[in-house]
């Protein structure tokens, strides 16, 4: 049984390579510093796993790495939880960057991620990750709630609230909106979250007061011109939006036409595009040659991963 999982700054996605989608947990994680130990996170998912029917004894696993964690030893620690806390028989690991291209239909591409933590801008050239021309921003999910709490929104009712308001105008208001915005909470509450709250999605489009950070589509532009040409042209004609900020109601038209020049590939969920790239990659029949085994791994140890699999930048 080969399995696919993503781990997300706030969630956990997992589920079988040959199924259209995963089995989603939402809310798994408060945050990075929920990545105590690489122990605890598998076996949360594999009690996670177990609640949905899947096994991890046995599996072979397409892991989805996220280029930021905890120390330079997560990921051999959690292949190590793999193969002898879970008993897996199979373990391969890919960078999300890479795995996204994956899941577009193309080995290059200009990856964004709109991430919780912020967003990302990653190269893939040929199926290499250039990581050394990653830019990074403050831009995402994190700023989105901060606004919600700022606006009176409980903590426990920010995710909720944020689904329900986290849209784009198909183009950017000439005037600003002032126009009042009453939420009704689960527990029945009215709160007056006011025009900015209430559209979240614009955040992504308007640069910050503070010059803490850039509208994503002049941080997009910066990006590609500072890449090098040869690079640019190889990336240029494919860039893939992922992440969970990217599929806010309205966000794909916005971006298009706040940049019409650009070829986008926007996926329909385009915060599992990490998780299809994991699941393609397992059922390819490849698979095994770039994957560590029980055998590989009892020879030569959790470091084996750095090698075998596609971790390398």
């Known amino acids: 049984?080969?399995?696919?999982?993503?781990?997300?700054?706030?969630?956990?996605?997992?589920?079988?390579?040959t199924s259209d989608t995963p089995v989603i947990h939402?809310?798994?994680?408060?945050?990075?510093?929920?990545?105590?130990?690489a122990e605890s996170v598998v076996a949360l998912e594999r009690h996670r796993g177990l609640d949905a029917g899947l096994s991890f004894e046995g599996a072979c696993l397409s892991v989805v790495m996220p280029v930021e964690y905890p120390t330079l030893r997560w990921p051999a620690e959690l292949t190590q939880r793999y193969f002898e806390g879970v008993k897996a028989s199979k373990v391969m690991m890919a960078p999300t960057p890479l795995l996204a291209t994956f899941a577009s239909g193309h080995a290059s591409g200009y990856v964004v991620d709109i991430g919780y933590t912020g967003t990302r801008l990653t190269p893939v050239v040929e199926g290499s990750v250039l990581h050394y021309l990653t830019i990074t921003s403050l831009l995402g999910g994190y700023i989105q709630d901060q606004v919600l709490l700022e606006a009176g929104v409980p903590q426990g009712f920010v995710g909720l609230t944020k689904k329900a308001n986290a849209y784009a105008r198909p183009t950017a208001l000439t005037e600003p909106d002032t126009a009042r915005k009453i939420v009704t909470l689960p527990d029945q509450v009215e709160i007056d979250i006011g025009p900015q709250a209430s559209q979240l999605?614009?955040?992504?489009?308007?640069?910050?007061?503070r010059g803490s950070y850039l509208s994503l589509p002049r941080l997009l532009m910066s990006g590609l011109w500072s890449l090098p040409p040869d690079v640019r042209k190889a990336v240029k004609d494919n860039i893939v939006?992922?992440?969970?900020?990217a599929a806010a109601r309205g966000f794909t038209e916005r971006l298009r036409n706040e940049l019409p020049g650009l070829k986008f590939h926007f996926d329909l969920r385009p915060d599992l595009v990490a998780?299809?790239?994991?699941?393609?990659?397992?059922?390819?029949k490849t698979f095994s040659e770039q994957s560590v085994s029980r055998a590989e791994y009892n020879e030569k140890g959790p470091d084996v991963i750095y090698r075998r699999c596609l971790m390398k930048y």
């Open 201 to 209: 999605g614009e955040i992504l489009f308007q640069d910050c007061p």
């Open 241 to 245: 939006v992922c992440g969970g900020c």
């Open 1 to 17: 049984m080969e399995l696919a999982i993503d781990h997300g700054t706030s969630d956990l996605r997992l589920g079988l390579c």
């Open 275 to 284: 998780w299809e790239g994991a699941a393609i990659l397992g059922q390819l």
């Open 26 to 37: 939402d809310d798994i994680f408060d945050g990075p510093a929920t990545f105590t130990s």
